[in-house]
């Protein structure tokens, strides 16, 4: 696990199972860290990418104003719907381009993937969370896929098993409530 932190901390890319699926993740806040697992998955930086934390705490610094309004709303949603959700929610006003993409919002969740949260505490904060498959190609479900896919281009792999999703966790708007991935 410390190896894992420890790569995500020095500007690596990171794959761990998550609640459904590999996930690729890297430190948010390193522009150079987010290029990188951009071009492994040939992805373009206007689409946005998700952002998991072990609690509603470690996502804060992305959630935009009024935070506290937003902060409670998220935390009702997620009371009301206990089940893996990503949720869409405005992003903080300093949320650089890169995360976000090309929206005013941010794709947020609280993983609660035992790997994910323990690779979340170990790191000190919240991650990216990027399925770990090239653009257009099948998420990889198993560590040996993840290694097809990006063979010794990634700095570290967790190892463990993915949850018992069977697709990518559903991503909804927090104030619309519009589903926007099934």
């Not at 794959?15 to 697992?37: F, H, I, M, Q």
């Not at 381009?97 to 919002?105: I, M």
């Not at 990006?150 to 463990?160: E, N, V």
Request: some cysteine; proline content about 9%; charged content about 20%.
């Amino acid at each position: 696990m410390n190896y894992c932190a420890t790569a995500l901390r020095r500007g690596g890319v990171v794959a761990y199972p998550t609640e459904a699926v590999w996930g690729l993740g890297c430190n948010p806040w390193d522009r150079s860290a987010v290029a990188k697992l951009l071009e492994l998955k040939v992805r373009s930086p206007r689409k946005g990418l998700i952002v998991i934390g072990a609690d509603i705490r470690s996502l804060t610094p992305f959630i935009g104003e009024p935070l506290s309004e937003n902060v409670r709303l998220l935390e009702q949603a997620i009371a009301a719907r206990p089940e893996p959700i990503t949720w869409l929610v405005p992003a903080a006003r300093a949320l650089p381009s890169w995360v976000k993409g090309v929206y005013s919002s941010v794709a947020i969740r609280i993983t609660q993937h035992p790997p994910a949260v323990a690779l979340c505490r170990a790191y000190g904060g919240a991650i990216i969370s990027s399925s770990a498959n090239r653009s257009a190609s099948p998420p990889a479900t198993t560590a040996a896929q993840v290694r097809r896919y990006f063979g010794y281009r990634i700095d570290a792999l967790l190892p463990g098993a993915v949850g018992r999703l069977t697709r990518p966790t559903p991503i909804m708007d927090l104030y619309t409530g519009e589903m926007l991935r099934a």
